[in-house]
């Protein structure tokens, strides 16, 4: 089952013993394939879905137009650091 999370633009990931920073001009998608996705995919073990979580730049609020033959580059910054 997908679920939407919301992370404030200027918010942060927490995990046991660290803090991930994010920082996106767009939104965020944030995303597991949790265990029957992980089985079918490739470079992906059966039970790696467990310790990881994906964090990738998106435009998801507004559609964002693009015309045939032109890029739209998404741009993020992420950093960990210990708490």
């Known amino acids: 089952m997908d679920h939407t999370v919301t992370i404030k633009k ?5 995990c046991k013993s660290c803090r991930t920073n994010v920082t996106t001009k ?3 998608v944030v995303w597991n394939p ?3 996705r992980a ?3 490739q470079d ?8 990881m979580v994906a964090i990738e730049p ?4 507004v559609k964002q137009p693009l015309s045939a033959g ?3 580059t ?7 650091t210990s708490l």
């Open 39 to 41: 089985k079918v995919m």
């Open 34 to 36: 949790w265990a029957e």
């Open 58 to 61: 998106g435009r998801v609020n």
């Open 10 to 14: 200027a918010g942060f990931i927490s």
């Open 70 to 72: 032109k890029t739209y």
């Open 74 to 80: 998404l741009k993020q910054t992420i950093s960990v």
């Open 26 to 28: 767009t939104d965020v």
């Open 44 to 51: 992906f073990g059966d039970m790696e879905y467990k310790n």
